[in-house]
């Protein structure tokens, strides 16, 4: 009986998407508490065997037998330091990224060979290691065809793989890139809203508003995503596409594409994503002035109150566009009446209103009294169809700065005024920015 390493064994493989099956199914030699690995745990309890503190069962018998002489001894015992050395200190294990001429490429590295798969083409090959004395090879291929790479070790943590045709692909456990901050993706899996941390991070799906929770786990310099319980995880990797945006793989091939907040200031005027924004935090010049409702949120109100009117009910625009200036007035005479503090939950400063981006509307009214009406139902159930979001809703003053006013509608256009809807965001949180006077 011939007996050789795991580790030294099989030249296999097609050329296809690795299946994953093949490696599992072999028995490791020298796996002895049969944990799927050979390493200095099985080395241990050859060791005791040996002493005769423990005794063996036929199978750890015959994998202890490392040389193949029918008994487990010393012999052994010496063999499997000498190959668990080799391994130990030849073969990488875990995930990496390697960049080449080849491309991008993502590697998996385990026990006896590994599988990549090239980021363009999302094909994959799996590989087997092979070690000769101190050289260990990596085979790509069928046994007619195969492709072979040296292992170079360029110190404990950095290695390169050196192809016959002389490209050289380089790996390192560099700290790995973690994406903090907010994000929202559009994939197969629909909308999602990403808050990325530290150690991990969640996100709330647009449509069910259910969210996941996950964490990181860093393997060689790869990122792993995982969400779920242990017994039913899910997984994606991290690819970063250059240094601002990124790609999560999920095991289902599914790609979802992250790319920061684009924040744009153009002539004092701040849009995030391309939308324009006036709150707290983000102010108007003093003399940007649209001269009134602008023409696609008048047009779109039109069309949303003769809509409403089908319904029997009647929306008028009770306070629309206001000047820097008028509205420095209006703030004025509420900081006289309520003082700064209670002025500051229900009136905007000038600059600093939204009605002086000439995309806000007070419809009806502007006071409690139009909560719960059925106009005030309506267009919390409707507006996004026309391009409008109700801008402060209920229970988000600590987000939107301002207490729930169900008659401010702000126009966003019908796309992003849906998703915003769908997303049961305000504002803020949709764009991932705050509402803070500075
Ligand atoms: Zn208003």
């Known amino acids: 009986m011939k007996k050789i390493m795991c580790i030294i064994s099989v030249l296999m493989l097609s050329g296809g998407f690795y299946s994953g099956s093949a490696m599992a199914e072999n028995a490791v030699v020298g796996d002895i508490n049969g944990d799927g690995i050979f390493n200095s745990s099985d080395l241990n309890l050859v060791s005791d065997y040996v002493l005769g503190k423990i005794q063996f069962s036929e199978n750890q018998y015959y994998s202890a037998d490392i040389n193949g002489d029918g008994r487990v001894d010393s012999f ?250 008028y509205q420095q007035q209006i703030y004025n005479n509420y900081v006289s009446a309520y003082g700064k503090e209670t002025a500051d939950t229900f009136s905007a400063r000038a600059g600093h209103s939204e009605h002086q981006t000439g995309m806000a509307i007070d419809v009806n009214c502007a006071d409690d009294s139009f909560e719960g009406t059925p106009e005030a139902l309506w267009l919390a159930e409707n507006s996004w169809k026309y391009g409008f979001i109700i801008r402060y809703p209920k229970g988000k003053q600590h987000i939107t700065g301002y207490k729930y006013e169900p008659w401010h509608i702000r126009y966003l256009g019908k796309e992003t005024a849906g998703k915003v809807y769908r997303s049961r965001l305000t504002l803020e949180e949709y764009l991932g920015i705050d509402s803070i006077y500075r």
């Open 76 to 325: 052994d015992l010496v063999a499997m330091r000498k190959e668990l050395t080799v391994a130990d200190a030849e073969l990488p294990t875990g995930k990496y990224i390697g960049k080449s001429e080849k491309g991008i490429r993502r590697y998996n590295f385990f026990e006896g060979g590994g599988n990549y798969v090239d980021s363009s083409t999302g094909i994959g090959s799996a590989f087997a290691w092979e070690i000769n004395g101190n050289n260990v090879t990596l085979h790509i291929g069928s046994a007619d065809n195969t492709t072979n790479a040296v292992i170079e070790w360029t110190d404990e943590n950095h290695f390169n793989l050196i192809w016959e045709n002389g490209i050289i692909e380089k790996f390192s456990p560099e700290s790995a890139e973690l994406p903090t901050g907010k994000y929202i993706s559009e994939s197969e899996k629909g909308v999602r809203y990403y808050n990325f941390f530290e150690g991990g991070g969640n996100y709330v799906d647009s449509s069910t508003g259910i969210g996941s929770a996950f964490t990181w786990e860093i393997n060689g310099n790869n990122v792993i995503v995982h969400i779920g319980s242990a017994d039913n995880t899910t997984n994606a990797v991290i690819e970063w596409t250059d240094e601002n945006n990124f790609n999560l793989i999920w095991e289902d091939g599914t790609v979802e594409k992250f790319s920061p907040t684009r924040v744009e200031v153009i002539n004092g005027i701040t849009y995030i994503d391309g939308i324009l924004i006036a709150n707290k935090s983000y102010g108007l010049r003093a003399d940007y002035n649209p001269m009134g409702l602008t023409a696609e949120t008048q047009k779109a109100f039109n069309e949303m109150s003769a809509a409403a009117e089908k319904d029997g009910l009647c929306l008028c625009v009770y306070s629309g566009f206001r000047s820097y200036s």
